[in-house]
């Protein structure tokens, strides 16, 4: 089955490489519309890799919620917002170079602690993780976490109701 | 004759690993499937468009085409070798870039859902865990397809009509997802083929559409089914008589083919989706199991056409007022008496609760959005 494998692994790098350089895109586009498609690609394959890891019911919520939803709002954003849309705006300004230097040491420092950790490994499933079991632990075992976090978005959809009426 | 498909599949698979070695198998099963639908669906939109100009003709007393070929049968391809051979005209100032992807990136989304649809018994491409969830999510990034058309047109009348797609799309999402719920809280999985499997009895004819939450369920469904679909009597997104065509205003040959065929692909996966959900898909009697998915697919697909020789167009507000006002809490109530539902156990009692409770809810809310009338008109400064 070595063939396989070969091309599911190399499949998997070439969904990386796309949204790497779809990210990239979002950062370095001088178009801001433009971005914003980018950074929805960006999403896309994550959630391409969330299917490849076999995570299928968050890689759906991923489409659901970030691809289809929060992207939407962006875009519309930038359409509402004047004139954003039509102009090209400068992507770096002087301190491009240090932040890069910061960057790369961040990266770095990152990289080495990532490595040095002893990471558990879950076992190899056969299956993909099952939804069931996904709700039934949110509505059992992490009901109050879970309302909480609920309340939580609720007084925020209020609060920005409260602060973007005008009268 | 039930896996005539199947089975045509499996001698395919036999065949090819008798030339081919052992790991491509997988390979060439997943290649049957993909094939399967990249003709499929192609295929469907071609004769909708055929289906829906002869119907539409007939309800408004005239023909149709009927000049290529028999019944003119060959007049898609007709179409299609002239989209084909038609000038590409790129607005002046337009983004190039983002208006060619615009119509490429529609027609993925539209191709990818046909893969958890259950055509017939054991006629699934994948059998994902969360096959309706796939579904919604998938046909969800339409929109940023339509977006990108419309704003890359750089034309005011493109993008009224990607604004216009935008709020519709995002407001009739809510009553379609939550119209779902009581299906899958019935069935207790989200995978389309699973939802099939438990409207399986009673003859075939178990299906979820005979249950008060169910009926009202599918109707709200289906009503969003349509508007997802931007169709008369919600397609104010390309109003012909407000915006001359909406988001693909500035598109001319195989890009406008494109958006076209997306939207005609959508139609036939949203009345099979409805026909899985609610009309028990592939169950039925007699007929092999893909031939009750044709029959109820198509059947639902007339009534889209239907409704577009019959009714006019919904205004903008009235629109938006159908989809918050009126749907949104209908589908609430509706989960609720889908609650009562299972944990009722008599039959008649459920049965008179969960009617009463809907019909109340429905006089109730019709009432709430009953527009405001004036008794009589008063002119101020007529005389």
């Known amino acids: 089955m070595t063939p396989l494998i070969i091309l599911a692994k190399a499949g998997v790098y070439f969904v990386m490489g796309l949204s790497l350089m779809a990210a990239v895109g979002v950062v370095t586009l001088p178009n801001i519309f433009r971005a ?4 929805a690609g960006t999403l896309l394959g994550v959630a391409v890799l969330y299917i490849a890891l076999q995570a299928e019911f968050i890689a759906v919520v991923q489409i659901l919620l970030y691809v289809g939803a929060v992207m939407t709002l962006v875009i519309f954003a930038v359409m509402l917002t004047h004139r954003i849309g039509d102009q090209t705006i400068r992507q770096k300004n002087r301190q491009s170079v240090p932040a890069f230097v910061a960057l790369l040491l961040f990266v770095g420092l990152v990289g080495s602690l990532l490595l040095k950790t002893p990471w558990s490994h879950a076992p190899l499933r056969a299956n993909p993780i099952d939804t069931l079991a996904l709700g039934r632990a949110l ?8 309302e909480v976090v609920s309340v939580v978005l609720i007084a925020a959809l209020i609060g920005s109701i409260v602060i973007a009426r005008k009268d | 004759m039930d896996q005539l498909f199947v089975n045509l599949k499996k001698a395919l698979l036999n065949f090819s690993s008798s030339l081919l070695p052992d790991w491509t198998v997988v390979l060439v099963s997943i290649l049957i499937s993909i094939g399967a639908i990249a003709v499929f669906g192609p295929f469907t939109m071609m004769y909708l468009t055929w289906f829906e100009r002869k119907l539409i003709g007939r309800i408004q007393n005239r023909f149709g085409p009927n000049r290529v070929g028999l019944f003119g049968l060959l ?9 084909l051979t038609k000038e590409d005209i790129v607005p002046e100032g337009a983004d190039r870039v983002v208006h060619l992807l615009a119509p490429i990136a529609v027609v993925i989304p539209a191709l990818l859902v046909f893969s958890v649809l259950p055509f017939g018994r054991n006629m699934v491409a994948v059998d994902l865990n969360v096959g309706f969830l796939f579904f919604i999510a998938v046909s969800a990034t339409t929109t940023i397809a339509i977006f990108m058309g419309s704003w890359a047109s750089r034309n005011k009348f493109s993008l009224l009509g990607g604004m216009r797609t935008i709020a519709q799309l995002v407001s009739y999402e809510v009553p ?13 999985s989200l995978s389309t083929v699973a939802i099939v499997e438990a409207q399986a009895g009673w003859n075939g004819f178990k299906w979820f559409a005979f249950t008060p939450w169910g009926f009202a369920a599918f109707l709200i469904f289906y009503l969003c089914g349509v508007a997802e679909c931007n169709r008369t009597p919600f397609d104010i997104p390309e109003a012909e008589s407000e915006i001359v065509a909406g988001f693909h205003t500035e598109y001319s040959g195989m890009k406008f083919a494109l958006w076209y065929m997306a939207e005609f692909m959508n139609m036939f996966t949203v009345a099979g989706l409805s026909a899985t959900l609610f009309l028990g898909g592939y169950q039925g009697p007699g007929f092999p199991s893909w031939i009750w998915f044709f029959i109820k697919t198509y059947a639902l697909v007339f009534v889209m056409m239907w409704f577009r ?12 007022g159908l989809a918050w006002k009126f749907l949104l809490p209908l589908t609430l109530v509706n989960v609720f008496v889908a609650g009562l539902w299972f944990f009722i156990p008599a039959l008649p009692l459920r049965l008179g609760i969960s009617i009463g409770l809907l019909m109340l809810s429905f006089a109730f809310l019709v009432w709430l959005n009953h527009p405001y009338v004036p008794e009589k008109r008063v002119y101020q400064f007529a005389e």
């Open chain 2, 176 to 188: 379609m997802v939550l119209s779902a719920v009581p299906v899958i809280l019935a069935s207790g």
């Open chain 1, 36 to 39: 914003a498609l980018c950074l």
């Open chain 1, 139 to 146: 509505l059992g075992e992490y009901v109050f976490p879970f």
């Open chain 2, 75 to 83: 007049q898609p391809i007709a179409d299609g070798i002239k989209m």
């Open chain 2, 309 to 320: 020789g019959t009714l006019p167009r919904l205004r903008v507000d009235q629109l938006m």
